[in-house]
C-alpha cells in the first residue's frame, strides 16, 4: 500500500517562490510515475505536474511551464515542486500521488496514495 506526506506550503506574496516535498512510502518508490495536483477553492481537483519512474519524462500543465519544477529523490523517497513566480491563481490544496505504472501520466484518476494535501496562498 502506497502512502504520501505532502509538506512545504504556507502563504506567499505574489512573485515569490515556495517548493513542495512529498514523501511516499512504499518498496519500490524508484519504479512509481508521480504526479502534482492542486485543488483551487470551488474547483475541482486538476493536474500540475509529473515525473515518471527514471526523472527523465517531466510534463506540466499550461498553467504552470516555465515556473514550476517537478523533480524526485529516489534516495530519499521523495518528490519535489519548485514554484517560481507565484501568481494568486496558483492557490490550492497542493496533492501528490502515485502513478504504479511508472509512466507519469496526466490522468489524475490513475493515480493512488493521495494524502491530505499542503495549502499554498498567494496573495496580491
Known amino acids: 500500500q502506497v502512502q504520501v506526506v505532502e509538506s512545504g506550503g504556507g502563504t506567499v506574496q505574489v512573485g515569490d517562490s515556495l517548493t513542495l516535498s512529498c514523501v511516499v512510502s512504499?518498496?519500490?518508490?524508484?519504479?512509481?510515475?508521480l504526479g502534482w495536483f492542486r485543488r483551487a477553492p470551488g474547483k475541482e481537483r486538476e493536474y500540475v505536474a509529473t515525473v515518471n519512474w527514471s526523472g527523465g519524462r517531466t510534463t506540466y500543465s499550461d498553467s504552470v511551464k516555465g515556473r514550476f519544477t517537478i523533480s524526485r529523490d529516489n534516495a530519499k523517497k521523495t518528490v519535489f515542486l519548485q514554484m517560481n513566480s507565484l501568481k494568486p491563481e496558483d492557490t490550492g490544496i497542493y496533492y501528490c500521488?502515485?502513478?504504479?505504472?511508472?509512466?507519469?501520466?496526466?490522468?489524475?484518476?490513475?493515480?493512488?496514495?493521495w494524502g491530505q494535501g499542503t495549502q499554498v496562498t498567494v496573495s496580491s
Open positions: 500521488a502515485v502513478d504504479l505504472t511508472g509512466y507519469g501520466t496526466t490522468i489524475k484518476d490513475r493515480y493512488r496514495g
Open positions: 512504499g518498496r519500490t518508490f524508484s519504479t512509481y510515475g
